[in-house]
């Protein structure tokens, strides 16, 4: 009989790769530290497959199509970012069959063949699995375009996906990727809710898992932490088992947490006894990540897009203005496109939405968007200085 043989849940921060000045080095290193610890309990626990459960960061689906929950597969699992490609073998018997009993279990799994994916999962394959020659089965789940998945919902995945697992011979590995508190694109960047966090991790350590499972999206929104839900996928597979803390890393803008879940755990938490209740402010409905209005289509299109596409990242430096003609956007959109180039608008460390977040543009995509423009820009002055 198969069963669960490793658990484990990561942050996947992109500043892991790229390694901006504005970091502290140090607490990047924890991390990293941190993920290659969960790869040694890959080679303890000796698993046949890993269920490595992610998130999309408008890189993979766009509004043209976003599944609640999606598996990849196909022969290999492909992920780019920040210059590094990654292909991993996929076990194929172990996702054909999970999607194939989901289904039947009433579970409405989207799956692609050829889904490129983004840091979410890169960050496991480059300090997690880390070369070992493991078969991985990716499964995505939506926690940026609401609608969103609920907790329990996911969970109620969680115990579906380790039915599976039990039925079948291999031993797997869980690795949820995502979390903790962070607002990428939005004013409350630089100001993440530590404090839910820590009050989070301290229900881990102790297996109080159903008290996560009963927050709502909008409070999980409300303290950025809507990216926990793969981590509520993987408390359904493994129900209440304590958490063991490898590292918490406040960075200035993000809490970056690394845990394993360990059955029948022994040792005292590393945390102070919490409170049942969190003290949310529940305004109502989505603050910060809220479903895009149909009507600015257009410019969340051409954002994306400008991800993926160097020669529009060049048209856009060289003649905005028609660019935003050719996408049919209108004065204001046209505008706030063309702040894409003001490197003088500091959208990281601004207590202030972004103008394309004001047009409608929706903050994460909009953020992604700026970080490869701004790289764009540098190349193309590090080429004029060497012309020169």
């Given at each position: 009989?198969?069963?669960?043989?490793?658990?484990?849940?990561?942050?996947?921060?992109?500043?892991?790769?790229t390694?901006?000045?504005?970091?502290?080095?140090a607490?990047?290193?924890?991390?990293?530290?941190?993920?290659?610890e969960?790869?040694?309990?890959?080679?303890?626990?000796?698993?046949?497959?890993?269920?490595?459960?992610g998130?999309?960061?408008?890189?993979?689906?766009?509004?043209?199509?976003v599944?609640?929950f999606?598996?990849?597969?196909g022969?290999?699992?492909?992920?780019?970012?920040?210059?590094r490609?990654?292909?991993?073998?996929?076990?194929m018997?172990l996702?054909?069959?999970?999607?194939?009993?989901?289904v039947?279990?009433?579970?409405?799994?989207?799956?692609?063949?050829?889904?490129?994916?983004?840091?979410?999962?890169?960050?496991?394959?480059?300090?997690?699995?880390?070369?070992?020659k493991i078969?991985?089965?990716?499964?995505?789940v939506n926690?940026?375009?609401?609608?969103?998945p609920?907790?329990?919902?996911?969970?109620?995945?969680?115990?579906?996906?380790?039915?599976?697992?039990?039925?079948?011979?291999?031993?797997?590995?869980?690795?949820?990727?995502?979390?903790?508190?962070?607002?990428?694109?939005?004013?409350?960047?630089?100001?993440?809710?530590?404090?839910f966090?820590?009050?989070?991790?301290?229900?881990m350590e102790?297996?109080h898992?159903?008290?996560?499972?009963?927050?709502?999206?909008?409070?999980?929104?409300?303290?950025?932490?809507t990216?926990?839900?793969?981590?509520?996928v993987?408390?359904?597979?493994i129900g209440?088992?304590?958490?063991?803390?490898?590292?918490?890393?406040?960075?200035?803008?993000?809490?970056?947490?690394?845990?394993?879940f360990?059955?029948?755990?022994?040792?005292?938490?590393?945390?102070?006894?919490?409170?049942?209740?969190?003290?949310?402010?529940?305004?109502?409905?989505?603050?910060?990540y809220?479903?895009?209005?149909?009507?600015?289509?257009?410019?969340n299109?051409?954002?994306?897009?400008?991800?993926?596409?160097?020669?529009?990242?060049?048209r856009?430096?060289?003649?905005?203005?028609?660019?935003?003609?050719?996408?049919?956007?209108?004065?204001?959109?046209?505008?706030?496109?063309?702040?894409?180039?003001?490197?003088?608008?500091?959208?990281?460390?601004?207590?202030?939405?972004?103008?394309?977040?004001?047009?409608?543009?929706?903050?994460?995509?909009?953020?992604?968007?700026?970080?490869v423009?701004?790289?764009e820009?540098?190349?193309?002055?590090?080429?004029?200085?060497a012309?020169?």
């Amino acid at each position: 009989m198969g069963q669960i043989v490793a658990a484990m849940a990561t942050v996947h921060a992109p500043q892991l790769f790229t390694r901006p000045p504005t970091e502290d080095p140090a607490q990047l290193d924890a991390d990293i530290a941190a993920m290659r610890e969960l790869g040694n309990s890959l080679e303890e626990s000796k698993p046949d497959a890993v269920i490595v459960i992610g998130s999309d960061h408008l890189e993979t689906f766009f509004l043209s199509s976003v599944p609640t929950f999606a598996i990849i597969a196909g022969e290999t699992s492909k992920a780019k970012f920040a210059g590094r490609d990654y292909n991993l073998p996929i076990h194929m018997p172990l996702a054909e069959d999970l999607l194939d009993k989901l289904v039947r279990a009433e579970f409405d799994m989207a799956y692609s063949q050829d889904a490129i994916l983004g840091h979410s999962f890169a960050a496991v394959y480059e300090w997690v699995i880390e070369g070992r020659k493991i078969p991985v089965v990716p499964l995505f789940v939506n926690t940026y375009l609401p609608p969103l998945p609920s907790a329990r919902r996911c969970a109620a995945l969680g115990r579906a996906i380790r039915d599976i697992v039990q039925s079948r011979p291999e031993r797997v590995a869980i690795v949820a990727s995502g979390g903790m508190s962070h607002f990428p694109g939005t004013w409350k960047y630089p100001q993440p809710a530590f404090d839910f966090d820590w009050w989070a991790i301290a229900h881990m350590e102790r297996g109080h898992h159903d008290i996560l499972l009963n927050l709502t999206n909008e409070r999980l929104d409300e303290v950025g932490n809507t990216e926990m839900l793969p981590w509520m996928v993987l408390f359904g597979a493994i129900g209440n088992q304590p958490g063991e803390l490898l590292t918490y890393q406040p960075t200035w803008h993000h809490g970056h947490a690394v845990m394993r879940f360990i059955p029948n755990k022994k040792g005292a938490p590393s945390t102070p006894e919490p409170g049942p209740e969190y003290d949310f402010k529940d305004a109502g409905g989505f603050q910060f990540y809220k479903h895009p209005d149909p009507a600015v289509y257009r410019l969340n299109k051409v954002i994306y897009d400008l991800r993926h596409d160097p020669g529009l990242r060049r048209r856009l430096l060289e003649n905005t203005q028609a660019l935003a003609s050719d996408y049919g956007l209108n004065a204001r959109e046209s505008e706030a496109l063309a702040t894409l180039k003001d490197e003088s608008i500091d959208v990281l460390r601004s207590l202030k939405s972004h103008p394309l977040v004001e047009a409608g543009a929706h903050p994460l995509g909009m953020l992604m968007c700026l970080v490869v423009v701004q790289a764009e820009q540098r190349r193309r002055k590090q080429e004029a200085v060497a012309h020169n």
